[in-house]
């Protein structure tokens, strides 16, 4: 979830072939961006969408429009 302008914690227990959803409950446009390029989810307010986690590792994420907004996603294998 975003709110607040800020990241929720990412949920545990992540692995490959995962789906994140994303909900963005602040009144600004926000984007979750992988730093690897791996997803990139860009969201009006009030909108949803969903990735699928393709590889096991960390994922730092931040959004491009508030460089501020940042988290990591911990996928096992």
């Not at 409950?25 to 307010?45: K, M, N, V």
């Amino acid at each position: 979830e975003i709110k607040n302008m800020k990241f929720a914690p990412a949920p545990a227990g992540l692995h490959p072939g995962d789906r994140i959803l994303w909900v963005n409950h602040d009144l600004f446009r926000h984007t979750a961006t992988a730093i690897d390029h791996s997803f990139e989810i860009d969201l009006q307010p009030g909108q949803s969408g969903g990735v699928i986690l393709r590889r096991a590792g960390p994922i730092p994420f931040s959004c491009k429009y508030h460089p501020g907004m940042k988290g990591v996603l911990t996928i096992g294998r």
